[in-house]
């Protein structure tokens, strides 16, 4: 981009509000603190939409109305944008009740669902685990870490979280993002006697971690270890000794 | 029908290279190697990753997306059954059934014995001949249950 960004003046419930050109719907909204829900949407990867729950209204200057996804919807010159009418709140209720049926053990969606309203799920429940298939874990392997060991696999009803084969977790470096940036909890990580066990939904795979040669803690898993060094040149043995061990 | 690895690389090494190993063609990409193998070899999708520096999860997750594509091998004939709303209503299910008993496998599997693979499709546009069922690309319309085991028989 050259020089400054161009602003652009929106209204979000009926406040004028000054963004970015380009700058998303939801962020701008998050600046000017009006809350939009989303279990999607994080700021260290690119919107994606899958779950839907961000939801608004958007009047274009020129009078078009539709429902869009606010994390997916840029800010254009005389928007008028609606967070919070009878038919928006009536579609996320939908949207929730939907992701309750098929994630019920899930305390975040049970959570989010009593705060949209809905106390228990209207459709069959299902047994899919806590996965809503957002892919936040998807994009945080490919886009921050760099190595993209998991993706969606299959198609329609059928698809799922997975790594290759359901069994390959060749390019996986045990860094755990995938498990921190979960929004529902649906990929658990733990350390026990230097080994680092990740359970996706399809599968659970054990690292081995490197101990601290000070306090001989396992701090690190061998493979995060490995990748680091190969990406940024740093001798392996820089991480012999953990952070807390460091002068 | 498995080929040895050795038969694999080479055979996808050389689409790759008719592809100029550009990882835009992915999709042709493994259609050539789907044609080639008769199905998405595990050895063939590691020799995409490789040869276009694609991840491997970004490749398994095409090679599952599409219908076209198998991850395992396909028996030598291909039987595919219309299932689209105009060879629904006229009965394709009861023809579905008649070919699974008749072939003792269901949707989606293989025969033991390799001979026949079977699948289903949601419309192939020739809603008039429904309901339809395609053998080998040749499309057979107006069937009934009784003119499968005939029709079969006649694909070894």
């Known amino acids: ?247 | 029908m498995t080929m040895e690895a050795e038969q694999v690389r080479e055979k996808v090494g050389s689409i790759l290279d008719k592809y100029e190993r550009n990882e835009g063609m992915l999709v042709s990409i493994l259609q050539d190697t789907q044609a080639a193998l008769g199905y998405l070899a595990r050895e063939a999708l590691l020799e995409v990753s490789a040869g276009l520096e694609v991840p491997l999860s970004q490749v398994y997750s095409v090679a599952t997306f599409f219908r076209a594509f198998s991850l395992k091998p396909r028996g030598r004939h291909l039987i595919d059954v219309c299932l689209g709303t105009a060879c629904h209503v006229r009965g394709a299910v009861g023809i579905l059934d008649a070919i699974e008993r008749e072939t003792e496998i269901k949707q989606g599997d293989t025969s033991e014995d390799m001979r026949f693979s079977l699948e289903t499709v949601n419309c192939v546009g020739a809603c008039a001949l429904g309901p339809i069922v395609i053998i080998d690309g040749k499309y057979e319309g107006e069937m009934k249950i009784d003119k499968v085991k005939p029709l079969l028989a006649s694909y070894e």
């Open chain 1, 1 to 247: 981009m050259k020089g400054e960004a161009s602003m652009v003046t929106l209204t979000i419930d009926g406040r004028t509000v000054q963004a970015e050109e380009g700058a998303m719907v939801l962020d701008v909204a998050t600046e000017n603190g009006i809350f939009i829900p989303t279990l999607c949407a994080h700021e260290s990867v690119t919107p994606y939409g899958a779950c839907r729950l961000c939801l608004v209204e958007v009047k274009t200057a020129n009078g078009r109305e539709r429902l869009v996804t606010s994390c997916l919807y840029p800010v254009e010159e005389g928007l008028e944008v609606t967070t919070d009418s009878e038919k928006i709140i009536r579609n996320r209720q939908t949207i929730i009740d939907l992701l309750l049926a098929r994630c019920p053990e899930s305390t975040v969606i049970q959570d989010m669902a009593r705060k949209l309203g809905v106390e228990e799920s209207s459709y069959p429940l299902e047994d899919h685990g806590n996965c809503i298939l957002c892919a936040l874990c998807v994009r945080a392997c490919q886009e921050v870490v760099g190595v993209s060991a998991i993706s969606l696999v299959n198609r329609g009803v059928e698809r799922e979280m997975a790594i290759p084969f359901f069994d390959d977790s060749t390019a996986c470096i045990a860094c755990g993002s995938c498990s921190y940036i979960c929004p529902t909890n649906a990929i658990s990580m733990e350390d026990s006697d230097g080994i680092r066990t990740i359970r996706m939904p399809n599968n659970v795979t054990e690292f081995e971690m490197v101990p601290c040669k000070v306090c001989g803690n396992y701090w690190m898993p061998q493979k995060q270890v490995e990748y680091i060094s190969k990406t940024t040149g740093i001798e392996p043995e820089f991480f012999d000794t953990c952070t807390n061990c460091r002068d």
